[in-house]
């Protein structure tokens, strides 16, 4: 195992194109970007060493197969290279990694499948660029809005089009890049938690049930801005005193919902922007974004609907106006019981301490979930930083993963009949 | 008076360098900048028509004197041409317009002075570029902060030395340009009242007794940032949900100590910042911006206490740290009670409806106010709007304060002894 440790240790240096994994500014690789084609490129080095067959989709995500038989099934697995700003370098890496160990591993023991496996390496998973996540998953799931995408731009005023085509990837095959569903049998990736349940509970293994994801809105308060030096306190119309209130009901309304069921409900004012903001000006404008996350929808929409409640009473005892707009509504994805049943049964057989869990950000998996049955496997990472230089995870992790991922396939893989995945009752 | 009409709306136009006062945008001369300069130089001009002798100071403010006698005592009148981003063209204006307008009625009426009067054009009154206000004004009452404005810079950078400069003002001279007491008498300014009151009760004139200057708070509150997702609700450590209650809380402390006493204390929290201010990140740093304003200082102080102890509060029941500076701690300034009194009296015999009143707002009379005995004349604007390109006054209303500073200028300078100004018990 020690072998496998160090060759983990090499190419996650590899990946993130450093020779150690100490840069205290993390790393900065954006979506179709030159610092994320490099680690691909890293990828497919990788990919060759294992002597995997490796091409580009019409995404510009790359796929490495081992191929034992056209006609067989392929299970892919796969995560993202693709960082935030000044991010870390295992939210991703750490899962294309594990793919491409498990490979490794099962080659190394001289297992002999009967389905074909394919690492895919997705392109622009994170939000940080152009304010849309999971790109790359999004395009073979075929869950990408074209008619929202075209507009985007990212802070340089360079469109999601342009940058993609810098690429070298065209546009219209991008809108052609949807799979057909029985190109692929299954799909699992790895990825490090972002959170601390895991290192709290001591577990090594975490099997995730289901991702929360969020409701989005943009609360956006219209009073009357004026001199703060001129106008009485009872002649003010202050956006900013008539919507505070909202900050804390948001804060108590999620903490009721959850103590009376427990649907892992999360909701957060994360942003807020008031105009003109000056020192000298009454706020006349406000502007709040609330993240809504559950792995129950209707919890969601118990607050959401708490939330407009709220607002109206806010407009009838102040004289300003609230706008509510949903940014984003996305529902629960649920993932497959059986797959997961089967990873921790995996896991549980090489004695990890296995969780079963929610997923309250979310991955590529949460996409390619909507066409194929779907697997998520959590590592600890420290503390449950993530998105950050401080981002950790140790190598033993992604071993155990490894590990988890290689057993799972000695039996997925080592038959099939002409049927679909086999069902669990 | 329909002659003075038709060269006040003339020369309003001059100093704002327009053909006509309707540009939608309204008007953005900033501090030390070339527009600025240019509406200087139309004063010049005006100032040159009216055969005055005109200078510049060592701070950059232009002078128009009337001089009858070098050894008289001297009466200076004035206020700025500078405007905030997208002002409007009365503020400040009025004010140099009306200085200038009462000179040309005395010598239209061949009134024989026997004190010399100034019209003094104030540069860089507005913060609008560098934060920091009435910097001309402040320059000849020797109230600049040269340690705490060298390291001014405006939002491209560049520092308020090298504007300065650029401008032909030498910083050194600028540091010596403190006018010594005995070379003005008395100071007197007009200006648009910035609030509704005078428009509510139907007043033509208002003359202030005091200037609520500001307190101004920052106050920093140190959380956690963390994924939104990922975090669940009793682990959060949320720098916004614990600041916000502190926004109903200034509003309603303020509320209550109106009521008590009536020191028209104004509190509003103006400016909030939340850091990363991204969607899928708890804020974990908000700094929120505090403008206190009285004339009463111990009311200004007793509200501080009271959000110092709140804040306390907040820290008990919270997981965060807040910090409280003081941005600027200004006492209120008193002005001469016996200017006050002969100004309401000229404004009373000329059968203006005239009212006592406070501003709210600073102005450069508050800094002449620090060296020589100083009056201020209010004048209404409609809906109390300000700072904005709606901003506007009839020119009646600069008529009026003309005829109200010429009356009081025609008793006023009409006799000097070696004695200061004769004060009224």
Same mark, same amino acid.
């Given at each position: 195992m020690d072998k496998l440790k160090t060759w983990i240790e090499r190419n996650l240096c590899k990946l993130n194109n450093v020779?150690?994994?100490?840069?205290?500014h993390g790393f900065t690789r954006l979506g179709f970007t030159k610092e994320e084609a490099k680690s691909h490129h890293q990828f497919l080095a990788i990919a060759k060493e294992l002597e995997l067959k490796t091409y580009r989709d019409q995404a510009g995500n790359h796929w490495a197969v081992w191929e034992v038989d056209k006609d067989a099934p392929t299970i892919a697995m796969g995560s993202h290279l693709d960082t935030v700003y000044?991010?870390?370098?295992?939210?991703g890496v750490a899962g294309v990694l594990c793919a491409l160990a498990t490979i490794k591993m099962l080659k190394d023991k001289h297992f002999q499948p009967q389905k074909n496996m394919a690492v895919i390496c997705f392109? %622009?998973? /994170?939000?940080?660029?152009?304010?849309?996540?999971?790109i790359g998953s999004k395009a073979v799931s075929g869950e990408l809005d074209f008619k929202e995408l075209i507009g985007v731009t990212d802070k340089n005023g360079i469109t999601v089009k342009q940058a993609v085509e810098d690429m070298g990837v065209h546009w219209e095959e991008l809108e052609q890049a949807t799979l057909p %569903?029985? /190109?692929?049998?299954q799909f699992l990736e790895v990825h490090i938690e972002q959170g601390d349940k895991l290192q709290e509970s001591n577990a090594q293994i975490g099997v995730v049930t289901g991702i929360a994801r969020p409701t989005r809105l943009i609360v956006t308060t219209h009073g009357t801005s004026n001199h703060t030096g001129t106008t009485p306190m009872h002649k003010r119309n202050d956006a900013l005193v008539a919507i505070a209130p909202l900050i804390s009901y948001v804060q108590e309304a999620t903490l009721k919902i959850n103590q009376q069921e427990d649907p892992h409900l999360v909701a957060t004012v994360s942003t807020v922007n008031a105009k003109?903001?000056?020192?000298?000006s009454i706020p006349g404008e406000v502007q709040i974004g609330i993240d809504i996350r559950s792995i129950n929808d209707g919890a969601k929409q118990k607050l959401v609907e708490k939330i407009t409640n709220y607002c109206r009473q806010i407009e009838e005892q102040n004289s300003v106006h609230v706008q509510i707009q949903t940014l984003v509504d996305n529902k629960p994805v649920k993932l497959d019981q059986t797959i997961h049943n089967k990873l921790f049964r995996a896991s549980h057989h090489l004695s990890f301490k296995t969780e079963s869990m929610v997923s309250g950000a979310g991955h590529d998996a949460m996409n390619m979930a909507t066409r194929w049955p779907t697997g998520l496997v959590f590592i600890p990472c420290r503390d449950g930083i993530?998105?950050?230089?401080q981002e950790y995870t140790e190598v033993q992790n992604m071993v155990n993963a490894t590990m988890v991922l290689s057993e799972y396939l000695q039996s997925e893989a080592l038959h099939y009949s002409n049927s679909n995945l086999n069902r669990e009752e």
């Open positions: 020779e150690k994994m100490d840069d205290p000044n991010g870390g370098g295992y939210d392109v %622009s998973e /994170e939000s940080a660029r152009f304010g849309v996540s999971t %569903s029985h /190109e692929l049998e003109p903001n000056a020192m000298t993530s998105h950050q230089p």
